[in-house]
């Protein structure tokens, strides 16, 4: 059993989904998470900072062995373990998540090239991530779908919206949603 630290940060205000699953993947496999304190021993420590203009943690951590940063904020094109990927976020890191509330993409990346946003170059044109119904798990049936961009793809991306009105999931689309992909456009003259 390893013992395992957390630091997001970004703060706590808003929950870091990849802390959450690395916690999930790491207790699934016998282990103790934490979030990080100074008289605590880790292994390892996961620290995630997702934007860049947050300034980083500014203390020293003399008491883990490893240090793992991860995150839009230190690297463009970090990203978790295939295997930590998929798993359901550990909700219990935040206790001011609801058990009704679940988190999470149905889809990675956008068509746009917006001049002040990082994610086609992280994560390239817009695909299909994750089913709605892998995130609403548990009862969990409000969720906060973090899509860029879920109107540009196409199919996936309708039979989505689809399921989420058979299912009567409540949805609060916290990104964005393309005005300009609701309609077809004007035709030309």
């Not at 943690?57 to 883990?64: H, L, M, W």
Request: proline fraction near 6%.
């Amino acid at each position: 059993m390893k013992h395992i630290g957390l630091i997001d940060v970004d703060g706590h205000n808003f929950p870091n989904l990849a802390l959450m699953k690395l916690s999930s993947w790491h207790k699934a496999h016998g282990d103790d998470v934490e979030w990080y304190n100074q008289f605590g021993d880790y292994d390892v420590v996961y620290m995630s900072k997702v934007f860049t203009h947050t300034l980083d943690y500014s203390y020293s951590i003399p008491n883990a062995k490893e240090i793992i940063k991860g995150g839009t904020g230190y690297d463009l094109h970090s990203t978790l373990p295939k295997d930590a990927e998929k798993v359901v976020p550990d909700y219990s890191l935040y206790p001011f998540i609801d058990c009704k509330t679940a988190y999470g993409f149905l889809t990675r990346g956008c068509i746009r090239k917006c001049p002040w946003c990082v994610v086609p170059k992280k994560e390239g044109m817009v695909k299909p991530y994750q089913d709605v119904d892998e995130i609403a798990v548990n009862g969990r049936t409000n969720l906060i779908l973090m899509d860029n961009n879920i109107l540009a793809a196409g199919d996936y991306g309708l039979s989505q919206l689809d399921k989420i009105i058979e299912r009567k999931y409540r949805v609060d689309f916290n990104q964005a949603m393309d005005a300009r992909l609701v309609t077809p456009p004007f035709p030309s003259s």
